[in-house]
């Protein structure tokens, strides 16, 4: 039997259809949105990433859309000729999810993945590691390398199916998870994933809320990687016992090189503990502290572990918006003469004023009496 081949016109008719049909399913709501992000910053990024080139429209997008009741943005339907799927600010939810898998199954070249600030929520978490994890068109071709997943109230019940992901899927190097709610069980929960994960080289987990058994158990998950080389973990609350554990990690680990624990309430008894770790570690370069309440105390705990570790590879270490007195500054002094390839950052020397009285606030003498 004879097969008629469709032409090229009827086919581009066929997708318009579909994309008509797929916007009509997500309702007047679709419409005002797409209107609204037309002229957005995202539409902006995206003209500047894939240019004025010829954009083909994905009838397997415009079909999940339709399933999934939601509105068809302008990027799927654009060649993903930088090998980007940037989709941030979007507002998709859990339900966006699904058409994101979709898409993501039906294109394996893709190799970065922006879906910050969209809400997924746990579901949506679930869907992605899912598609991630099992698509074998991912797989085989080693695509997705980065993965922004940033301000999208990802919390402990998102971690499970985060940390199966990161268990079972070891080609993303870059995660970012900032800005979410991941607490202590969701620390708990991340920790023995970490451990196990070697795929991964970058992670980003600021500005979440991992603090006591949480922070501790996460900071046992970097003492036994041995592939991550960035660490993010700034602005949650780690205190002196996910210090001391940060400590103990970087004794056994041989592998990070950035690590940034700012804000994180630390005070001068956390950072002597996370000093032992500096006194032997021989591969981490930058080290950020700052904005913890450490004092001079702390902050000449970890400069000396520093100065006494003749192997330290540490080329920054930042005390930013940490006040020190001269007693430090001096210290400072003295060990860059040792070690001039050392950066450090410092806040402002605590101001210390004279006992004396200024001359405005004198007493005036018996004599000097107005006449």
């Not at 997924?120 to 978490?125: K, S």
Request: proline share 4%; charged share 25%.
């Amino acid at each position: 039997m004879a097969v008629r081949m469709k032409d090229p016109r009827e086919r581009a008719g066929e997708e318009e259809e579909l994309q008509e049909e797929a916007m009509a399913a997500a309702g007047p709501l679709a419409e005002v949105r797409e209107a609204g992000n037309s002229d957005s910053d995202s539409d902006q990024e995206l003209e500047g990433i894939y240019g004025h080139r010829e954009r083909t429209k994905n009838p397997v997008c415009l079909r999940s859309c339709q399933t999934h009741s939601i509105m068809p943005a302008s990027c799927f339907f654009r060649q993903r000729i930088a090998g980007e799927l940037n989709l941030r600010h979007r507002g998709l939810g859990p339900q966006g999810a699904q058409a994101v898998a979709s898409t993501l199954t039906a294109n394996p070249s893709i190799k970065r993945l922006d879906l910050r600030d969209n809400g997924l929520c746990r579901t949506g978490a679930e869907v992605l590691a899912a598609v991630l994890r099992k698509s074998s068109s991912i797989c085989e071709n080693q695509t997705v390398q980065k993965i922004q997943l940033a301000g999208n109230c990802l919390e402990e019940q998102a971690a499970q199916h985060l940390a199966t992901f990161l268990l079972a899927h070891t080609r993303v190097k870059s995660l970012d998870l900032s800005y979410n709610q991941l607490n202590d069980l969701a620390g708990e929960i991340l920790g023995p994933a970490l451990a196990e994960n070697s795929g991964l080289t970058e992670l980003n987990i600021s500005w979440n809320h991992l603090r006591g058994s949480g922070a501790t158990a996460f900071a046992k998950g970097l003492e036994a990687n041995i592939f991550l080389k960035v660490l993010d973990i700034s602005y949650n609350g780690f205190g002196d016992s996910g210090a001391s554990a940060v400590g103990e990690a970087l004794k056994a680990n041989n592998v990070l090189e950035e690590l940034n624990l700012s804000n994180n309430r630390i005070s001068a008894v956390g950072a002597l503990r996370l000093g032992l770790g500096l006194r032997v570690n021989q591969t981490l370069r930058i080290l950020v502290v700052s904005r913890n309440p450490m004092k001079s105390e702390g902050c000449f705990g970890l400069l000396k572990s520093v100065r006494d570790n003749q192997a330290s590879a540490l080329e920054l270490l930042d005390f930013s918006d940490i006040q020190v007195n001269k007693e430090f500054d001096d210290f400072a002094s003295s060990v860059k003469a040792i070690l001039p390839g050392l950066c450090l950052k410092t806040g402002i020397p605590r101001p210390e004023y004279k006992k004396e009285l200024l001359t405005v606030f004198k007493p005036l003498s018996p004599t000097s009496t107005t006449k």
